[in-house]
């Protein structure tokens, strides 16, 4: 019979599980026969898409994609095993500014830069980078297991999704919904660029507050002390502000003062809004063209707006040389400095002068560039703005968004969001969308200079905005027309995602099937960068919810909670980690501990937990093959025996898995990954292979060959179905093992049906409660074994004083024989009216208090718990020492106060786990001398 799958056989169990053999096996194989792919002609009712968040060409794989991808992947292969059309679209960014910084940083190193290739071989050199190097992170994701419908594959700037965006871009200025004007905006002086407000990260840094006189211009004697982190930009004050209720000042109001450092003066205004005066000296200067209060401060009083710098972030008072308003010497010593230099001249000018009163320490907030982390300067420029909060609804693009999660046509999954969400939006200023560089979507606006009919006429300052470029301007007739140089911000094609990668404008097949998509996985750092865009541009342009459900994971840390950086030596290597470990135990690892809200404190040692729940994954499916002498395939294909005839421990796991399945999709539906993979570990683990395996082998290894079939059938069957159940989560591994159960049939466990609880009621409350018992019996007494070093091969004797005479005879009679096996008893008894024997250590449970008779010396084993807890003590007292160190908890580092606290909270159980075994071990002591 040909099969439909690589050579996968019982032979490979000869030797540990090896990842590297399986993965990239099986990962071709799924590629290679199309498992991946969505039917875009199906009229299959039950669709599920979700579109990729696209990282940008110059990442490479992190551990933040490597946690959004796994949980994406988790939703798409169950929704796929259970039978929905489904598409998971991947992409990536062609990341504006990121992308261009690279591509430049290689120029320089060859000794040259855009400016002298010219802007179409800078484009031309940047797609040939992209090409060589653009596609890195796509392998890696591969790598990570994704399986998306890579055949539909789509880049931010490929054809179909540029022709969207100019669409999009032509509409909203028709609608008076993009504009260009002169304002005020954040400018990155490294980047030379335009961002949004949202593009700009705010740091808190250690910095000065100048105060300084600004004397009255009818009595130089008199004057006002403004107080100020920036007094490089006084050169451009335009005003004094006071607040008109303020007896100090408000006299002063309609009067002026002279501007330190020029022969100018400046008006003192009353301004209620820019001035609190319980705060600083009572009086604000106002520098329009330098900060984004003032500039609303400079529109309600009418004044001038003065640009100090250039697009590099260098001072260039050229303004003040003009009108001869400042000293010329100052201004000469100031020109073509950046910034902090400017500053230190303009201070030196003050305190020179006997302008500067005082200088103070101040820690203020500082916006940076969110990719060159360059501080950002407020900068007075030309640029493109999205009207995004109209005054009319029906026109605002906010508003319709803002009522799309509060009535809930989108959830934002965990819930608290939402408070975020609304905030933002309903504070939402316009949006820049102009960039200053070269790579990206240039603006499809075009200029008139009329050269070719002598002179424009006053219309033709309009641009003229087009979806393709026109042949003349419709003002003139002149063909004399150039493009608008700068490019749109790389989060406007983003924002247009879900519906551009399916076609739109195109009224296509995949956007009638696919749109709106089921559900978008991303972090919370882009909620407003992308997600509160999308959800505009979509209902704006479709009319519909871009995705219903909107899942939100935290970030991604160290052990110790700190953000992982190279400086730190910290990061951990998403593909290094998959190749020591394997993909699967880092997929598992980060679903694991994708809690709701909570960032995830990741540790090497976390991921090697779970190479080895990989490997005990293998090692039962060997020790079920070896058992299974003529293969598993036909135990598959029985159907499961009555219960009546099965053994307790058959029953048990049949009832466990019953609510494990019913547990596993109920958290699924509610995207805890965490619980999910918390009852998979859980049974797996713990539940099938430490106690069931166990349990089944005197029947396997026994003479009742009925009996043995019929345990064998129920293991193969449960095994069978719990690997479904994990092929999310875990789907190398459990392909290999599924093709080895099934051989020779070789389906796919991809396309294999997702376990839904069993028609046939298989649970059973009180079996599992008795066998909860026993389980808690045999681990209560190998714990009190392991607790004072006695040997597995020593036999004991023991027994559990229950509540009542019939929880003992259900223990007797159910699993006596049992517990006798595995805790190693030569005897056992339970019942309510033992007493406690002589010479016994005892554990209380919740199945009753459980002892055993030892055999040991307990004066050699009192010294010997003595000495450890004396150590442990010490141990102990020195990190509490220094946890309660004032000095410590103000001056440590961050990581070092939490690394103090998990040790001493660690060692403070073991202290407490040491004196408890101490107490039996005295206790027991007394037993024996009384």
Known sequence: MAQDSPHSDSTRFDKPYSPRDVEERWYRHWLDRGYFAADGQSTNPKRFSIVIPPPNITGSLHLGHALNNTLQDILVRRKRMQGYNTLWLPGTDHAGIATQNVVERQLKSEGSHREALGREKFIQRVWRWREESGRTIIAQLKRLGASCDWERERFTLDEGLSVAVRDVFVRLHQEGLIYRGERLINWCPRCETALSDIEVEHEEVKGKMYYIKYPMADDPEMFLTVATTRPETMLGDTAVAVHPEDPRYNKLIGKKVLLPLTNRTIPVVGDPILVDREFG??????????????????????????????????????????????????????????????????????????????????RHAVGKCYRCKSVIEPYLSPQWFVKVNDPDPKKSLAAPAIAAVRNGDIRLIPDGW?????????????????????????????????????????????????????????????????????????WFSSAL?????????????????????????????????????????????????????????????????????????????????????????????????????????????????????????????????????????GYLEHPLPNPDALLLADRWILSRLQKVVASVNRQLDDYRFDEASRELYQFLWHEFCDWYLELIKPTLYGTDAAAAERTRTVAIHVFETVLRLLHPFMPFITEELWQILHQPIGRSIVVAPYPIPNALSLEDEALEGMMNDIITIATAIRTIRNEHNIPPSQQLKGGVITLTEDEAKTILRNGEADIRRLAKLSEFTASPSIAKPSGALEISTPAGNVFIIVDVDPLKEKARLEKKLGAKQAEFEREDKKWRDPEFQKNAPDEVKTKNDLRRNKLSQEVFTLSEQLRKIVDLLKDRQS
């Open 497 to 633: 995602w879900p519906f551009s990668t399916l076609g739109w404008p195109k009224k296509t097949k995949e956007l009638e099937l696919f749109y709106p998509t089921s559900a978008l996985v991303t972090s919370f750092d882009i909620l407003f960068f992308w997600v509160a865009r999308m959800i505009m541009m979509g209902l704006h342009f479709m009319k519909e919810i871009p995705f219903k459900d909107v899942y939100i994971h935290a970030l991604v840390r160290d052990a110790e909670g700190q953000k992982m950086s190279k400086s730190k030596g910290n990061v951990i290597d998403p593909l290094a980690i998959m190749e020591k470990y394997g993909t699967d135990a880092l997929r598992f690892t980060l679903a694991s501990m994708a809690s709701p809200g909570r960032d995830i404190k990741l540790s090497e040692e976390r991921i090697e937990g779970y190479r080895n729940f990989a490997n005990k994954i293998w090692n039962a499916a060997r020790f079920l093959l070896m058992n299974c002498p003529n293969g598993t395939r």
């Open 281 to 362: 000296t009572g009086a604000v200067k106002i520098t329009p063209g330098h900060d984004f209060n003032d500039e609303k401060a400079g529109q309600r009083h009418n004044l001038p707006r003065i640009s100090l710098l250039t697009g590099r972030g260098e001072m260039n008072p050229t303004v003040l040389e003009e009108d001869a308003k400042a000293e010329k010497n100052l201004l000469n010593e100031i020109a073509g400095l950046k910034v902090p230099k400017a500053r230190e001249t303009v201070v030196f000018r003050l305190k020179a002068d006997g302008f500067m009163i005082k200088v103070e320490d101040h």
């Open 418 to 490: 939402k408070n975020n969400y609304f905030g933002w939006m309903e504070q939402i200023q316009d949006w820049c969308i102009s960039r200053q560089i070269w790579w990206g979507h240039q603006i499809p606006a075009w200029y008139c200079r009329g050269t070719d009919i002598g002179q424009c006429r006053p219309e033709c300052k309009e641009p003229i905005v087009a979806v393709a470029p026109p042949e003349r301007c419709p003002h003139c007739g002149s063909a004399d027309l150039v493009q608008d140089p700068d490019v749109l911000d790389t």
